[in-house]
């Protein structure tokens, strides 16, 4: 399958540069994936697309201040690391700047309290790395630490917390995600007051986030692994749900990439506790085992999150949806207006 097929034209003032000061204030286009009809709305209008019963899966993951600025030791050159994910202890995978001049046995100062030391050189350009300092590593991070916004967004945030999901918990991700950050307390709640069921896994967002398929051929682009995690409680409620013949949506791309790796380990359906690393890559042709609907927002043309909406609701349909998202002037990508797949 030819990579072009998900190729289209995107006005750049399109892409989403700022948040908006309400996160329910979003628009959110409805597309039936069995009929392809499509509709427009405000965002709080997905409590009416929801059904008692349902179940919304969010994935409960906290972004690390994970943009760090130092410079070289030997050089006083500037130098940009940041950290995709913890490998072990003070080991860390990241990407850096400028990469050719950052190799193996670099040494990079960001404070008289924190330095790293470039250990190899990995895959797609990654770095691993070892932290060396003196305090509590985390709090350091907070303190020197940026927000790892996508690189289309220039200007910097000055409240951290817009970048979080009103739900964020379990530190570790590399970007938000976000799908969930439409989301208040206030709405989860009147959700919740519906009958709506709400359940929660961790993904945490990698280096895939940051890189665009560089291959022609679909099957030919390998996913990099992320780490999930679901619980017995989670589980569960999806259980019921599906045998109570109600509908479970994915809060996200990567709610339903967890849920579906989740799904492919237990054959007969029924879900149970797991957690591990999963670069599943879902595209048409692939047959759903948990999701039969999802939110998400816009993606942007030849990205595998375009690929993996279309392997929900076909090709066509979501061509056609994001034809009319161009038409109406939608928000695309991390900052965008919202899609509810059902």
């Known amino acids: ?9 995107l006005p750049e003032e399109l892409i989403a540069q700022t948040p908006l000061l309400d996160r329910t204030a979003s628009r959110l286009l409805t597309l039936n994936k069995e009929t392809g009809d499509v509709a427009h709305h405000h965002f709080p209008h997905i409590i009416n697309v929801l059904e008692p019963g349902d179940t919304l899966i969010l ?42 001049k950052l190799r193996d046995g670099a040494v990079i100062v960001f404070s008289d309290e924190l330095k790293a030391v470039i250990n190899e050189v990995g895959e797609m350009g990654a770095r691993t790395l070892t932290f060396e300092y003196n305090g509590i590593f985390q709090e350091i991070l907070d303190r020197l630490g940026e927000m790892p916004l996508p690189p289309y967004i220039k200007e910097t945030l000055d409240d951290r917390e817009r970048y979080q999901t009103v739900y964020a918990k379990h530190e ?38 940051f890189r665009p398929m560089s291959v022609d051929v679909v099957e030919d682009h390998v996913m990099h692994e992320e780490y999930y995690s679901l619980s017995q409680e989670t589980a569960d409620l999806i259980n019921q749900t599906k045998e109570n013949g109600n509908k479970v949506y994915a809060v996200g791309t990567t709610s339903c990439r967890t849920l579906e790796t989740v799904g492919s380990k237990f054959e007969d359906g029924m879900l149970q506790e797991s957690s591990g690393w999963t670069s599943i890559f879902i595209y048409p042709g692939y047959s759903f085992k948990v999701i039969d609907g999802m939110l ?43 899609m509810l797949i059902y």
Not at 189 to 197: L, W
Not at 318 to 331: G, L, N, Q, S, T
């Open 1 to 9: 399958m030819n990579v072009d097929l998900y190729n289209f034209e």
């Open 172 to 209: 570790g991700s590399a970007a938000a995600p976000t799908a969930g950050l439409h989301f208040t307390d206030e709405l989860l709640d009147q959700i919740r007051a519906k009958g709506v069921n709400i359940g929660f896994i961790t993904l945490h967002v990698g280096l895939g986030t």
């Open 296 to 338: 998400t927002n816009f993606h942007l043309p030849k990205s595998t999150l375009v690929m993996l909406v279309s392997a929900l609701a076909g090709r066509e349909n979501i061509m056609h949806a994001y034809a009319e998202a161009i038409k109406e002037r939608y928000r695309f990508f991390s900052f965008g207006d919202a």
């Open 59 to 100: 994935n409960d993951t906290r972004v690390l201040p994970a943009r760090l600025f130092g410079v070289k030791e030997d050089t006083g050159a500037k130098a940009e690391v940041l950290l995709l994910k913890n490998v072990e202890g003070d080991k860390w995978e990241a990407l850096v700047k400028p990469g050719k």
